[in-house]
């Protein structure tokens, strides 16, 4: 079985300040862990992946994020916030194989103050 | 850049009918999804569909649920007796690899479904 956990259902940051969102998570077999970001009234889109490779993943908008296998985390960060982050963000895991479903977090609820 | 659609983007029904939700995905994908988002909730796995069949599903895709791809576009999700806890974002998703490899998940834009 595999779950996830994000500490903090909301995160508030001014602009221009370091974002860090947690992550946890549980797995029996090596995972592929991924975060998505949800504007309001949108789907979901996938910021970045961990799949086995680097341990520090960059992806888009200049989010990036660091596989800890000793801490079982994949917290993502950025360094500087932009008002345009504002959105929800989960992060997810899977572990076995194409067919599985992504296990999600429960999600962090990103606030930018100006 | 090739993209998950779902259509329609709000349905409205009433408590005991049917629903079809219906998606395109990636169209050289191999893997497709359905999760669904209870409003506040996180997002959670339905159903995986792969080689014109159900490959994972998860407790909550129970008996009133069906999945179909009735061509090689489409891929619909059928609730046949809706309940108000029905309600909820749908969400399709496909994916391209095979086995065990770097695979993502993309998305669509979500149905949004209301039981009344």
């Known amino acids: 079985a595999q779950s996830v956990t994000q500490l903090g259902s909301h995160v508030s940051v001014s602009e221009g300040a370091l974002v860090l969102l947690r992550c946890n998570y549980s797995?029996?077999?090596?995972?592929?862990l991924f975060w998505y970001v949800q504007y309001p009234n949108q789907g979901l889109q996938l910021l970045l992946k961990?799949?086995?490779?680097?341990?520090l993943v960059k992806g888009i908008n200049g989010f990036e994020a660091e596989f800890k296998k000793s801490e079982t985390s994949f917290h993502l960060t950025k360094p500087s916030a932009h008002m345009s982050d504002a959105a929800e963000y989960f992060c997810?895991?899977?572990?076995?194989?194409?067919?599985?479903?992504?296990?999600f977090g429960k999600g962090t609820h990103l606030i930018i103050q100006p | 850049e090739p993209e998950v659609t779902q259509t329609p983007s709000h349905q409205v029904t009433q408590m005991g009918q049917e629903v079809i939700l219906r998606c395109v995905p990636i169209?050289?994908?191999?893997?497709f999804y359905w999760y669904r988002q209870i409003l506040g909730q996180k997002v959670e796995f339905l159903v995986s569909?792969?080689?014109?069949?159900?490959?994972?599903k998860s407790e909550i895709f129970d008996d009133q649920f069906s999945v179909e791809r009735p061509d090689g576009s489409n891929f619909t999700l059928k609730i046949r007796s809706t309940k108000l806890e029905d309600s909820a974002m749908y969400f399709c998703?496909?994916?391209?690899?095979?086995?065990?490899?770097?695979?993502?998940?993309?998305f669509g834009p979500g149905t949004r479904l209301t039981v009344t």
């Open positions: 998703a496909s994916s391209g690899a095979s086995g065990r490899g770097s695979y993502e998940q993309y």
């Open positions: 797995s029996s077999v090596p995972p592929y």
């Open positions: 961990y799949t086995s490779a680097a341990t």
């Open positions: 997810a895991v899977i572990s076995g194989g194409g067919a599985d479903g992504l296990t």
């Open positions: 169209s050289n994908h191999l893997y």
């Open positions: 569909f792969y080689n014109n069949e159900i490959s994972e």
